[in-house]
């Protein structure tokens, strides 16, 4: 039997089998199956190589967004007016057959917009050329997940969720340390309800561990510790919902949508509708952080500020200065947020905040 023929079988009997307590272990086993064959197959189609020309993006900037969402949903539209990017607009399906990027100057940032092709449903599984369209969206900082109505934005989480794409979470908190002998230890730091000791300990044995600890520091379910053993094909990506066309909506249509995803933004790119509400929320969810240096003696260039993620420290400000500038620093002065008096002295690993003025001292 083919792996296909073996997926489609054990996913047939995960479908007939009811969920309870006395299943819970066959269900936990069945799905671990399915993962590695799914997986087997993956690896297999990669060495085929996909057909036609693959979509690639070189990364510019400070950061790049993807915008996913399905044919003729006005992505093309809304780059055009947050870019300097030219992409063909019209009214019908697949209007962009290629990856378009455009820069979006905010707040000091340039942010790299790509325009993609649409996705429409089975992209996670080949149809449209979708594995190409979601392997751009899987180097992205944030995806845009845009849609006419919250259904087409769920049928989008959909496909990201089946190729390996997690949005708006973070990697189950659970560690795995191979060991040379001694089996499998399992270590509950809090109390699960679907996994226990031996299913945890089969679903390892499934993936080739036989000798290693795995500690698991917060509740999860079945599926998220089939993602921590799936580790490598997995992609955790922040993302922000986008209902596009507002301006054909009623305040009724906009109360229903929001009843259902609270989180979502109106916009209408060619009215100009909720384009500055969904730039800042682009910066924030970003996680972008303004640092502004300046010379010995000098004032700060408050114009020029330097773009870092949140958490940076000095060592990251050095490096994206100038190469030689960590392996010669000195020390560095700092007035802001993150410092308890104006120009205290820092070394590399403080850790940086928004605003901060930051003078290097370099070897020269």
């Known amino acids: 039997?083919?792996?296909?023929?073996?997926?489609?079988?054990?996913?047939?009997?995960?479908?007939?089998?009811?969920?309870?307590?006395?299943?819970?272990?066959?269900?936990?086993?069945?799905?671990?199956?399915?993962?590695?064959?799914?997986?087997?197959?993956?690896?297999?189609?990669?060495?085929?190589?996909?057909?036609?020309?693959?979509?690639?993006?070189?990364?510019?900037?400070?950061?790049?967004?993807?915008?996913?969402?399905?044919?003729?949903?006005?992505?093309?539209?809304?780059?055009?007016?947050?870019?300097?990017?030219?992409?063909?607009?019209?009214?019908?399906?697949?209007?962009?057959?290629?990856?378009?990027?455009?820069?979006?100057?905010?707040?000091?940032?340039?942010?790299?917009?790509?325009?993609?092709?649409?996705?429409?449903?089975?992209?996670?599984?080949?149809?449209?050329?979708?594995?190409?369209?979601?392997?751009?969206?899987?180097?992205?900082?944030?995806?845009?997940?845009?849609?006419?109505?919250?259904?087409?934005?769920?049928?989008?989480?959909?496909?990201l969720y089946n190729a390996g794409i997690r949005i708006n979470t973070n990697p189950p908190d659970v560690v795995i340390k191979k060991k040379d002998r001694g089996g499998i230890d399992v270590v509950f730091a809090v109390k699960q309800s679907e996994l226990d000791e031996r299913l945890v300990k089969d679903m390892l044995r499934e993936y080739g561990y036989h000798n290693a600890e795995i500690l698991i520091r917060e509740y999860i379910s079945i599926d998220q510790l089939i993602d921590v053993l799936r580790s490598n094909s997995r992609r955790y990506i922040r993302a922000i919902r986008v209902i596009t066309k507002s301006d054909k909506l009623n305040e009724s249509d906009r109360k229903r949508i929001r009843e259902k995803m609270p989180d979502v933004i109106f916009i209408s790119a060619e009215k100009g509708e909720g384009l500055e509400e969904l730039k800042e929320k682009i910066y924030q969810e970003l996680g972008l952080i303004r640092v502004y240096t300046k010379k010995v003696g000098e004032e700060p260039k408050y114009d020029e500020p330097l773009i870092l993620k949140k958490g940076a420290k000095v060592m990251d400000a050095c490096k994206k200065i100038h190469k030689d500038f960590v392996k010669n620093f000195q020390f560095a002065r700092i007035w802001g947020k993150s410092v308890k008096f104006p120009g205290q002295r820092v070394g590399l690993e403080h850790e940086l905040k928004d605003g901060d003025v930051l003078e290097l001292h370099i070897r020269r």
């Open 1 to 159: 039997m083919d792996i296909e023929a073996k997926i489609r079988e054990l996913e047939e009997e995960l479908r007939r089998t009811p969920y309870n307590k006395a299943t819970q272990h066959h269900i936990g086993l069945l799905k671990a199956k399915i993962a590695k064959l799914k997986e087997q197959l993956e690896k297999r189609e990669a060495k085929k190589g996909t057909s036609g020309k693959a979509f690639a993006v070189k990364k510019h900037g400070d950061a790049t967004v993807v915008m996913l969402g399905p044919p003729s949903v006005g992505k093309s539209t809304l780059l055009n007016a947050l870019t300097n990017a030219e992409s063909e607009v019209g009214e019908y399906a697949f209007t962009t057959l290629q990856v378009i990027p455009g820069m979006l100057e905010y707040k000091g940032a340039r942010i790299q917009l790509v325009d993609i092709p649409g996705i429409i449903g089975g992209a996670h599984a080949g149809r449209g050329r979708g594995r190409e369209v979601l392997s751009v969206a899987r180097i992205a900082d944030l995806l845009l997940l845009m849609g006419e109505t919250p259904e087409q934005i769920e049928e989008i989480e959909k496909e």
